[in-house]
Nanobody, 122 residues
């Protein structure tokens, strides 16, 4: 019913930049907060950033000052601009979307993308 698809990952050198995109599609009545999470090898998934439907963004301490989360409600897309990347940013990045679907507009479900891999290495 709802698909969440990330893109934009890849290999980048330390200090470089990447821009991740996440698009939600399907039988969508409304999308509420969207988030970015990451999971490094051998570690638990952790929150990176969230953004409300109104565009208010919050960041993990590790992302503050380096990452910028933005959103385009017209096409149900969220972006994560990542600058000054460090090797410790290496992880699979997942997008989440809290979505009300058309058949049950009063209920909100969290949908996840399949992840996009970011590798920061020289």
């Amino acid at each position: 019913q709802v698909q969440v698809v990330e893109s934009g990952g890849g290999l980048v050198q330390p200090g470089g930049s990447l821009r991740l995109s996440c698009a939600a599609s399907g039988s969508i009545f409304g999308i509420y907060p969207m988030g970015w999470y990451r999971q490094a090898p051998g570690k638990q998934r952790e929150l990176v950033a969230t953004i409300t439907s109104g565009g208010s963004a919050n960041y993990a301490d590790s992302a503050k000052g380096r990452f910028t989360n933005s959103r385009n409600n017209a096409n149900n897309t969220v972006y994560l601009q990542m600058n000054s990347l460090k090797p410790e940013d290496t992880a699979v990045y997942y997008c989440s979307a809290d979505v009300a679907i058309q058949t049950t507009p009063g209920l909100v479900y969290r949908y996840w993308g399949q992840g996009t891999r970011v590798t920061v290495s020289s």
